[in-house]
Structure formats: structure tokens, C-alpha cells
């Protein structure tokens, strides 16, 4: 079993940044592909981002290349979010989730992920 947590949620306004960190633990971190994804209400979860459990290989949705990076610290079993220029339409709930893939390649898909966090809400105001 792997548990996830974010936090760095919270209210922004438009053009500002956030930076939303997932801690793992219960499994190698290293081992596993993490990714984000972002749900808002009445719409599927968008994967946004994935980085490879080496952190060598990153992945982005085309919606967010350029504004949203991610990285991750094998050290302290997190992964980060880092959102700049950010917009009302980025309003969600946003998640981590991770992929026991190895230590190499990505994932995009959903259902490619093993475990998820419970989510962190990001409102971003006008």
C-alpha cells in the first residue's frame, strides 16, 4: 500500500503561482511514476503531468505546457506541482497519484495509476 497527501491548496488570484506538494509514503518512492490530475465538478479528472520515478523523464498536457512544471524530491518522498500564471478555468480539485512502474517512463492514462490522494482544492478568483 502507498498513501498519498497534498497540500498547497488554497485561494489565488488570476496570474498568480502556487505550489502543491503530495507526500508518499508505504512504498518505494523512487520506484513509482507520479503524476497530477485535476477534477472539476461535472467533468472527468484531466491529467495534467508526470514525471518518471528518476525524475529523468517528464510528460505535460498541452493545456498546461509552459505554466505548470513538475519535479520531485526522492529524498523526502514528494512530488511537486509548481502552477505560475494561474487562471479562473484552473479551478479544481487537484491530485497526486502514483504508478509503480519503476524508476523509468511515464504514465498518462488514469487507470495506469495505482494509488491516489485525496485531492487539495485550488480557486482561483478573477
Known amino acids: 500500500q502507498m498513501q498519498l497527501v497534498e497540500s498547497g491548496g488554497g485561494l489565488v488570484q488570476a496570474g498568480g503561482s502556487l505550489r502543491l506538494s503530495c507526500v508518499a509514503s508505504g512504498r518505494t518512492f523512487n520506484g513509482c511514476a507520479m503524476g497530477w490530475f485535476r477534477r472539476v465538478p461535472g467533468k472527468e479528472r484531466e491529467f495534467l503531468a508526470a514525471?518518471?520515478?528518476?525524475?529523468?523523464?517528464?510528460y505535460y498536457e498541452d493545456s498546461v505546457k509552459g505554466r505548470f512544471t513538475i519535479s520531485r524530491d526522492n529524498a523526502k518522498n514528494t512530488v511537486y506541482l509548481q502552477m505560475n500564471s494561474l487562471k479562473p478555468e484552473d479551478t479544481a480539485v487537484y491530485y497526486c497519484a502514483a504508478a509503480t512502474i519503476g524508476s523509468y517512463g511515464t504514465v498518462s492514462l488514469e487507470h495506469e495509476y495505482d494509488y491516489w490522494g485525496q485531492g487539495t482544492q485550488l480557486t482561483v478568483s478573477s
Open positions: 514525471i518518471s520515478g528518476s525524475g529523468d523523464s517528464i
